[in-house]
RNA sequence: GGUCUCUUGGCCGAGUGGCUAGGCGCCGGUCUGCAAAACCGCCUACUCCGGUUCGAAUCCGGAAGAGACCUCCA
């Protein structure tokens, strides 16, 4: 009988995963998912500046691309997962006069770029791995790959689409839109881009204020720089993606994702280097997350509007009214869709930890059903229900809505409400295994504590050992201080009142 | 200013030319020493104005509002 559903189970799995579809932001339409070299798939996504903390903004892309991984490797693909991390290269240009970001914060923090890098990129993996976010199959950092971006500046100049100025090289895109379609990604049409490019101050090397540097001399306060052909300097903003997408996944490949933010000019710069330099365009589908944002605007960087995911999880921002689990952040992230903006509030918040705890508890409950030897429901509707959500473009909410749906069944049968059998037993374990775990990551962490959790039991004992000495019930108000003690907590009665410390 | 996108009930969020997700919250009920949890019920929405249609929140046009990108940003 378990045999005969696992293979149903099988069979059918077979049949969903030539159904994929996704929206390519290239034509703008959901597309049937058909890999290039099937069984195996590329997929590349942009990966983090590593100059900060990561926040809110940066666990979405994430987990958005956690969750592409995760079904199409359900699926029975094996996917190479590329994402790469940015310890060099974007340019500031603004006040800064070209300086690079990395190394800005360098100077400030009197550190090595470098070791600023290696700091938040650090960070980064110990808050992606909080999220549970599988680390991709391979994580290039662009100051590994210097000889890569020099190669294929090369081979871009050698096309005739870049032109060298002072040691810079800069990307022609007047030429190339001759005889390509340079804005075909971001529905850009160039003679408006270059009505509408500012002019800005140290610009005027470039033929066109479209143009885009492919290397840059480095100016001699510039401690981050690599020889090339045309000066000691450092790549340009766009290369890194193209050199180490192509060099690990070949000159074409499945899937390339990012933020919608990046869309123009990042995207449309890769894609004008690739053919630029290899006569053909390397990406089939360009997958793009929208952004989370903070009181209906974005969250990010330049707004500084951002809250770190290290104050998620300790409470210890301002907007912030208590401190909430990664999973929460997880779960909330995934209920909404991964093109859909996400508002951030604390009751959207607080309804997700909510949400999820019930989803968690169901599984609990489940534990404990008593099969029956007839069912009263249908759960096979249900997983067939979440292949079709993510077969379509990766929906989790309706995935997120099915498996609610088999907790309210299971709360039911608990309650004697509604009767299931063995296999529908069986069926919803394996139904919360896939989806719950698998596919969408989750795990039970309701026993996370931030840091408030701690305040919050102190206080609580605190008052009721003072309750006790108001009541002269000293036995108690003493042994409430002596076992503390023992935990290694120290109490301490002032004329302000107690105070507590470890 | 240019290009594009969005506007769903108290909140968050799916989705579809007719069968009108889901979560959280509110209220009522069952249960319960009290509470919590759970279950049942309730609140039934699609910015506005036209048009197409037997029928539109869903398609088309217009208006208003919001946002993204055009500069580093996930």
Not at 75 to 98: C, F, I, M, Q
Not at 108 to 135: G, I, S
Not at 371 to 378: E, G, Q
Request: aromatic letters at 10%.
């Amino acid at each position: 009988m378990l045999v005969k559903n696992q293979l149903f189970c099988e069979i059918k799995q077979k049949e969903m995963d030539k159904n994929i579809v996704v929206f390519n932001t290239l034509t703008r339409k959901k597309e049937k998912f058909k890999p290039l070299n099937p069984p195996s798939i590329g997929m590349y996504v942009c990966g983090p500046t590593v100059y900060g903390d990561p926040h809110l903004g940066h666990a979405r892309p994430a987990i958005a691309f956690d969750l592409v991984f995760r079904y199409l490797k359900h699926t029975g693909y094996k996917v190479r997962y590329v994402r790469n991390v940015t310890d060099v290269g974007h340019l500031e240009s603004d006040a800064d006069e070209g300086e690079d970001k990395i190394e800005k914060k360098a100077r400030l923090e009197q550190l090595e770029p470098m070791e600023v890098a290696q700091y938040y990129l650090d960070r980064y993996h110990l808050f992606m791995d909080q999220l549970n976010v599988l680390r991709p199959s391979i994580e290039p950092r662009a100051s590994g790959h210097i000889i890569e971006q020099i190669a294929m500046a090369k081979k871009i100049l050698d096309a005739g689409m870049a032109y060298e100025v002072n040691g810079s090289v800069y990307f022609d895109v007047e030429k190339y839109n001759t005889k390509h379609n340079y804005g075909k990604l971001s529905g850009r049409v160039l003679e408006d881009l270059i009505a509408n490019t500012r002019n800005l101050e140290g610009q005027d090397e470039k033929k066109n204020p479209c143009d885009f540097a492919l290397w840059k001399k480095a100016s001699p306060e510039h401690i981050m720089h690599w020889p090339s052909p045309w000066s000691e300097g450092f790549p340009g903003w766009h290369l890194e993606c193209s050199a180490m997408s192509i060099k690990y996944l070949g000159e074409q490949f499945d899937i390339h994702g990012g933020g919608m933010d990046l869309l123009f000019p990042h995207h449309e710069c890769e894609i004008a280097q690739s053919v630029a330099a290899n006569g053909k365009e390397s990406v089939k589908y360009w997958l793009h997350n929208n952004m989370v944002t903070i009181n209906g605007q974005k969250m990010g960087k330049s707004l500084g509007n951002f809250i770190t995911l290290n104050e998620f999880f300790t409470g210890t921002h301002k907007s912030l009214t208590k401190a909430y689990s990664p999973m929460t952040i997880r779960f909330f992230i995934l209920q909404a869709h991964y093109r859909s903006t996400l508002d951030f509030s604390n009751e959207a918040l607080q309804a997700a930890e909510k949400g999820l705890k019930k989803l968690i508890q169901g599984m609990e409950t489940l534990k404990k059903i008593k099969p029956s030897s007839n069912s009263s429901v249908d759960i096979s509707k249900l997983q067939l229900d979440c292949y079709h959500a993510l077969n379509d473009d990766f929906n989790s909410p309706i995935v997120i809505s099915n498996l609610f749906e088999a907790a309210r069944i299971i709360n039911s049968a608990n309650d004697g409400k509604e009767t299931l059998t063995a296999a529908n037993i069986e069926l919803l374990k394996k139904l919360f295994n896939d989806f719950a775990f698998d596919i969408l990551g989750l795990h039970d962490d309701t026993a996370f504590s931030g840091n408030d959790l701690t305040e919050g039991l102190m206080e609580l004992i605190l008052s009721l050992r003072q309750n006790a000495k108001v009541n002269k019930d000293f036995a108690t108000s003493d042994k409430i201080r002596d076992e503390l003690t023992k935990l290694g907590i120290a109490v301490k009665d002032t004329k302000d009142g107690t105070v507590w410390n470890v």
